[in-house]
């Protein structure tokens, strides 16, 4: 089956420090979406990424596509208590398709 | 808070029990789906519907059932399931098929003894 790699597993870093995980496929995308877990709940939907080297930001978070659509990251700039989570990449191979495969996500936690 | 309601959230059935999951959407969404997702590990996509008719199911064992009963709810029944099957069951839904944002419920937590 597609894989989606995600690195890395786990990061903890001191509150106020900036944090990036990095979404990798070995195949062309057709988009790719990123989620956020809280422990104990639900994948939350971020943001959807489409076009070739895309960059979209949403306050302190700013989300990249790679130009060649084969991979994706997310960085937090002055990580805050509330950042805590697992974050999933999620990828579409097929334009048309709907069944996303999710990375293997990266666990952030925050240091106050 | 999601739009998506499942129920129950809790379910704890033996080997030998039927029982099912339920999920309702009023976004007016045509396309539902049902995630599995162990312990610290990505949601797995077990099935997708698309216009109440399965389009996708992901090679999962007869044990699990789905059903689209209307555009709105969708069921998850559960026979004979492994204490290997204990884990949240997700139920989403997207506007439509293709490529548009999935939105997630609080999901099922199920376990299996």
């Known amino acids: 089956g597609q894989q989606v790699m995600q690195i890395p597993q786990y990061q903890h870093v001191q509150e106020g420090e900036d944090f990036t995980t990095y979404c990798n496929s070995s195949?062309?995308?057709?988009?790719i979406q990123w989620y956020k877990q809280r422990p104990g709940g639900h994948p939350v939907f971020l943001i959807q990424?489409?076009?070739?080297?895309e960059v979209k930001k949403q306050k302190r978070l700013t989300f990249q596509f790679g130009e060649a659509k084969k991979n994706s990251s997310l960085h937090i700039t002055a990580t805050q208590t509330t950042d805590v989570g697992t974050y999933f990449c999620?990828?579409?191979?097929?334009?048309?398709?709907?069944?996303?495969?999710f990375g293997t996500g990266t666990r952030l936690t925050v240091i106050p | 808070d999601t739009e998506v309601t499942q129920t129950p959230k809790h379910l704890v059935m033996g080997m030998t029990n039927k029982k099912s999951l339920k999920c309702e959407q009023h976004?007016?969404?045509?396309?539902m789906y049902w995630y599995k997702q162990k312990a610290k590990k990505p949601p797995e996509l077990m099935f997708v519907?698309?216009?109440?008719?399965?389009?996708i199911n992901e090679s999962v064992p007869s044990r699990f059932s789905p059903e689209c009963p209307n555009s709105s709810l969708l069921n998850l029944h559960l026979h004979a399931l492994q204490p290997e099957d204990s884990a949240l069951y997700l139920c989403?839904?997207?506007?439509?098929?293709?490529?548009?944002?999935?939105?997630f419920g609080e999901g099922s937590w199920l376990t299996v003894v």
């Open positions: 989403a839904s997207s506007q439509w098929v293709t490529g548009n944002t999935i939105y």
């Open positions: 976004m007016g969404h045509r396309a």
């Open positions: 195949t062309t995308l057709s988009n």
């Open positions: 999620a990828a579409l191979y097929q334009t048309g398709a709907n069944n996303l495969f």
């Open positions: 990424l489409v076009k070739s080297g």
């Open positions: 519907y698309s216009y109440e008719k399965l389009s």
